[in-house]
């Protein structure tokens, strides 16, 4: 996987604490920040997107970084590099859809450029204040896994629309719209931050479940197990498309059990045991996805 | 110019007070962010540009904006997409150079995919701790208006390259290393922002000169007079490259003459007075700048 590949020689380059989680904890400023791209054809296709949804996208994809650390999301930038023919109504409706998809984070810069595709980067600010910032090196033995909503959903669009004639921008398929315009969750990732006093570790799941679980059980060197049956999910969907399949944004996160009379808005999957770092689906190790739906190296 | 109208339709979208200058200032979070991008064959051509430069000049471009806000830059993060042929060996080159440009900032996050052109964009972070902030529309009558220093050499420097056959990352040539590896003018910002106690405006000439004195004048609502004789430059660079050649990442600030007794290293090239917004060189009103250089939406 030639992306981990690049990450580990950018590691070693740089020799910064800084690099390993979705967004930075950037302590001294009470904030967190992280960046997060779209590109045309590797991520997204003109045909089954509306500049509309392509704008609420990309706020929400980088909303949902910020919750996956606990901060609360603040304020965003966007950096759109457009094609000539581009024209003012893309504009005009990409920033509606980014508005609406920002609600109370305010969209406070960026910059526009030209390219040959488009290609969209956003880094969103979060603030740290009252909040506990989660990393995914703080998963501990005893600790219980929990989700905030079904997985397999966005993936499950992707299919559709890539095989089917949908109309562009279609949403009134409950698939489709998962995966056209994902929902951040922000009240998931509030009430944990909010009311935790120990470590703990979250994600979002845009690269798939399993990939989160891994990352965590690696990060942290703790075996995970899951029981699958417990995953919320669409009966309609296989459960490898619901393990692997990306783009849900819901979030995951391993918890000490005391945290769950607080909250509500969860489901458990699982827990974590000391070990060798792995992930048991059902007593089952599988093998680290090397090639999942979103590895957009691969084509 | 596409780009201006593009901004108009954005501000009017979003209806919000922070876009306008090239860094927002989060007051609340005491810090300001600002997003730049480099775009394959657009901003830069492999040909002329080693990946250690590259990482270099991404770094340099995005330092020069929380320069030209006041604030102390501090944190940066930067997305990369990249072909599907890219080698271990451009990460480390780009990400020694970035290092290498970023000296007391912390590189602390960013993302990678996949894309067909070389595509970089960056987000910085600054501290406005004991920092005035800066912004375009501060500019007032009786204003001094100062430079970091020369003018025309980074243009003149592309055009080297463009014209001859010049070695891929030569930087032996002051022009061309004016191009290839551009200063940002942290000294310049902090002795303004950490004395002065009025509002003032700043801004760096990575537009060119021209561009920025007209992009004060029209936020602040006033005349600036420019005297070309003082503005430095090289004298093997002529004049309509030292205005309008972009890239130099140089600062040009309005500022309260009583301040001036408390800096140094700066050049006084004109000032401000009161009056429909406009630029006088040497008393001549020059049209605003449309097909500049750096104009990327122009081929």
Chains 1, 2 share one sequence.
Request: charge should be negative; hydrophobic fraction near 35%; proline fraction near 3%.
């Amino acid at each position: 996987m030639k992306e981990q590949e690049f990450i580990k020689i950018i590691k070693s380059t740089l020799n910064s604490p800084y690099i390993g989680d979705d967004c930075a904890y950037l302590e001294d400023l009470g904030m967190v920040i992280s960046q997060d791209s779209l590109v045309e054809d590797i991520h997204f296709k003109k045909e089954f997107i509306t500049p509309y949804q392509l704008g609420y996208k990309t706020v929400m994809v980088n909303i949902s970084d910020i919750c996956a650390s606990g901060a609360e999301p603040k304020y965003i930038t966007i950096s759109l590099s457009l094609p000539k023919d581009t024209d003012n109504e893309f504009i005009e409706q990409f920033y509606k859809g980014a508005k609406y998809a920002s609600k109370n984070v305010e969209i406070v810069g960026g910059d526009i450029t030209g390219s040959d595709k488009i290609y969209i980067s956003a880094a969103a600010i979060g603030s740290t204040k009252n909040r506990k910032v989660s990393s995914r090196k703080n998963a501990k033995a005893g600790y219980k896994v929990i989700v905030s909503g079904e997985h397999g959903n966005s993936a499950t669009g992707l299919n559709l629309l890539l095989k089917d004639n949908h109309t562009k921008g279609e949403i009134n398929n409950k698939f489709i719209k998962a995966h056209l315009m994902p929902e951040a969750q922000i009240e998931f990732s509030r009430r944990i931050a909010e009311n935790i006093k120990e470590d703990y570790a979250m994600m979002d799941t845009s690269d798939g479940l399993a990939d989160a679980l891994f990352q965590i059980a690696n990060a942290s060197n703790v075996i995970i197990n899951v029981d699958t049956t417990k995953i919320p999910h669409d009966l309609e969907v296989d459960m490898h498309t619901v393990l692997y399949g990306g783009e849900d944004y819901q979030l995951v996160a391993a918890v000490p059990e005391n945290l769950l009379q607080k909250i509500f808005g969860y489901t458990i999957i699982g827990d974590v045991e000391q070990g060798s770092p792995s992930v048991r689906f059902d007593g089952i190790i599988l093998k680290e996805p090397e090639n999942s739906l979103f590895n957009h190296f691969k084509e």
